[in-house]
């Protein structure tokens, strides 16, 4: 064995461009960056969505209506879907850790029971927000509503 036979080890050597080492290495001068302009000097740096100027794509689309910041975003659950629960799994008192075990809610949601669908079995339900038919629904079974 001599110095002749000596290489590094697998996966030591990178096979990249080096960049701006010299003419000869073939990416030397303007080390691949081109001639003038503002893209070939050093701390160049452009803004998210510039178009050289042009008038920039999210400029030009149009945009209407209104946004809320203070939306607040519910996530729906029919009383359908309560009475399905309470055949399936025999409940009788529905809250969020319920619907979250059961995969209707995620943790951080705000729930909202909505009316939609039949409810036959007496419930008591506690959730962040009803609508009218839900509460009606609910207590004309028997079941009983509370807010929190």
Do not use: W
């Not at 969505?49 to 519910?74: A, H």
């Amino acid at each position: 064995m001599d110095l002749s036979c000596l290489k590094p080890a697998e996966g030591a050597v990178k096979n990249r461009k080096r960049i701006g080492r010299g003419q000869g290495s073939g990416r030397g001068g303007t080390s691949t960056r081109g001639h003038k302009g503002a893209k070939s000097r050093s701390g160049y740096k452009s803004k998210i969505g510039f178009e050289g100027g042009q008038m920039p794509l999210q400029r030009t689309s149009p945009k209407f209506g209104f946004k809320n910041r203070n939306r607040v975003e519910y996530k729906g659950i029919n009383v359908g879907t309560l009475q399905t629960l309470a055949d399936n799994k025999k409940i009788s008192s529905i809250d969020a850790d319920i619907l979250v075990e059961n995969g209707l809610a995620n943790r951080r949601d705000l729930i909202k029971i909505l009316g939609d669908g039949e409810l036959k079995a007496k419930l008591s339900v506690k959730a962040n927000a009803f609508s009218k038919t839900a509460i009606e629904k609910i207590e004309a079974a028997g079941g009983n509503v509370e807010k929190f």
